[in-house]
């Protein structure tokens, strides 16, 4: 499967307040209704951030941004063409433009490789960013998805707590379209989700010895240190289900 992820952050004038009430409540559910118009449209899921956020977990784990939106398709294509669908929907427009600063957003395109079946996450990590320095990307993204998690598994202080590994792997081609007014088109070539119990157990692996001793070093084969694009999410709202047989919410 393929995903389409949208990261947003509210215009720099709008409290934090009120652009949440304005995207979960109005703008995320009028993309998935007019996602869903389109039969290639598997699901829409939006992220909630959770309501406060600890000095430990800022220092570990910044939030860069203020929401988080999914659709997921079987093919490249169909994401394609249902973002350029949602890039000429003006109602949509006139919604987010008020609250969201479409400069400041990103969009881009993955496949999905499960890695470790969800198992009770009560909250998500989103981490993407680049290939390493100097290091191919197929090569890079081979890394990724055969060795890492064999290394991962070699430290129980790291692989055990997660309830939840995906890997998403960006391709070149196809070109995202740039929603103007919601996000940037990119190209992202590593992108991880990561599941926790609770977001303790984010801090207690990522501070661990056998993160430092192990994971970290791997990490650093393939991927390169420096901006990463990240997000907290402690709630999961499906919007819209095709396979579920669920009906999209209207705005």
């Known amino acids: 499967m393929w995903r389409a992820t949208l990261l947003l952050r509210k215009r720099s004038d709008v409290p934090a307040g009120v652009f949440q ?25 939006v992220n909630v951030a959770p309501a406060t956020i600890s000095g430990a977990l800022r220092d570990v784990f910044p ?15 169909a994401a394609v063409a249902v973002l350029e669908m949602l890039r000429a929907d003006a109602a949509l427009r006139d919604l987010a433009l008020p609250v969201i600063d479409g400069a400041a957003g990103v969009v881009w395109l993955a496949q999905a490789f499960p890695v470790k079946p969800e198992a009770g996450s009560a909250v998500k ?3 993407g960013g680049d290939v390493a320095e100097g290091v191919p990307l197929d090569v890079a993204q081979t890394y990724y998805r055969d060795e890492h998690p ?11 707590p997660l309830t939840r ?28 989700d990561m599941g ?3 977001i303790g157990d984010f801090l207690k ?9 192990i994971v970290r070093p791997d990490e650093q084969k393939f991927s390169r240190p420096g901006e990463m694009l ?11 289900d095709r396979d579920a047989g669920g009906v999209a919410v209207e705005s």
Do not use: N
């Open 125 to 127: 990590f989103l981490a």
């Open 21 to 45: 009430q304005a995207w979960l409540d109005t703008i995320a559910p009028a993309l998935a209704a007019a996602a869903s118009r389109d039969g290639r449209t598997i699901r829409a899921i």
């Open 205 to 213: 692996v990522y501070g661990s010895e056998e993160y430092a001793r």
């Open 196 to 198: 926790f119990a609770q």
């Open 150 to 160: 064999r290394v991962a598994r070699t430290a129980p202080q790291v692989w055990d």
């Open 165 to 192: 590994y995906t890997q998403f792997h960006g391709k070149p081609a196809p070109v995202v379209p740039s929603i103007e007014w919601l996000a940037a088109g990119r190209f992202v070539p590593m992108c991880s």
């Open 63 to 77: 939030p860069a941004f203020d929401g988080l939106f999914e659709l997921w398709f079987d093919e490249p294509a």
């Open 230 to 240: 990240s997000f907290i999410s402690a709630e999961e709202r499906v919007l819209f």
